[in-house]
T-cell receptor, first 112, second 111 residues
Framework: EPEVTQTPSHQVTQMGQEVILRCVPISNHLYFYWYRQILGQKVEFLVSFYNNEISEKSEIFDDQFSVERPDGSNFTLKIRSTKLEDSAMYFC??????????FGSGTRLTVV | DAKTTQPTSMDCAEGRAANLPCNHSTISGNEYVYWYRQIHSQGPQYIIHGLKNNETNEMASLIITEDRKSSTLILPHATLRDTAVYYCIVRVWSGANNLFFGTGTRLTVIP
């Protein structure tokens, strides 16, 4: 069964450093998303991406965040200057127009 | 997207059917009912979705009331691996539409 792949599975970074979280969506999917989940809290929408541009973003997705699809297979989330409160699980997901989402297994980001 | 209401937690004996209810009284005519689950800290997993007819797949069955104001997800023979948080989400059918997760129902399957 096709799956969404995320790397790394765990990232530890110093506060103020830049991080890039990587995702390989399912190859024939057109819609891409990032969600995050702070420990013990709800899964929160960050951003959706379609046709090489952001479709929608939440209030969480401020100027410190950016997304990119640098080639035909990868989809990345960059956090420019990490804060302690950015510590969370980050989930990438993809979908086509007719299916439910497929989520990756997540990247656990720990900011110290 | 319409709001949903789910019980906070439920228990189910292993091998028995697990019936998870969801209220979505403000659902619009073009909104579908989706069910996802999250096992521990893994990524949410799609289970099933439907508009107004009952649906069944290899994982579960979805029963939607005739007025569409509520639905029930049925896991016919629950196993320990079905212990998870189950989310009921209503949204318009569109690949571009985002999912908004509530707090879900924490299902514990008991041996």
């Amino acid at each position: 069964e096709p799956e969404v792949t995320q790397t790394p599975s765990h990232q530890v970074t110093q506060m103020g450093q830049e991080v890039i979280l990587r995702c390989v969506p399912i190859s024939n999917h057109l819609y891409f998303y990032w969600y995050r989940q702070i420990l013990g809290q709800k899964v929160e929408f960050l951003v959706s991406f379609y046709n090489n541009e952001i479709s929608e973003k939440s209030e969480i997705f401020d100027d410190q965040f950016s997304v990119e699809r640098p080639d035909g297979s990868n989809f990345t989330l960059k956090i420019r200057s990490t804060k302690l409160e950015d510590s969370a699980m980050y989930f990438c997901a993809s979908s086509d127009a007719s299916s439910g989402y497929t989520f990756g297994s997540g990247t656990r980001l720990t900011v110290v | 997207d319409a709001k949903t209401t789910q019980p906070t937690s439920m228990d189910c004996a292993e091998g028995r059917a697990a019936n998870l209810p969801c209220n979505h009284s403000t659902i619009s005519g073009n909104e579908y009912v989706y069910w996802y689950r999250q096992i521990h800290s893994q990524g949410p997993q799609y289970i099933i979705h439907g508009l107004k007819n009952n649906e069944t797949n290899e994982m579960a069955s979805l029963i939607i009331t005739e007025d569409r104001k509520s639905s029930t997800l049925i896991l016919p023979h629950a196993t320990l691996r079905d212990t998870a948080v189950y989310y009921c989400i209503v949204r318009v059918w569109s690949g571009a539409n985002n999912l908004f997760f509530g707090t879900g129902t924490r299902l514990t399957v008991i041996p």
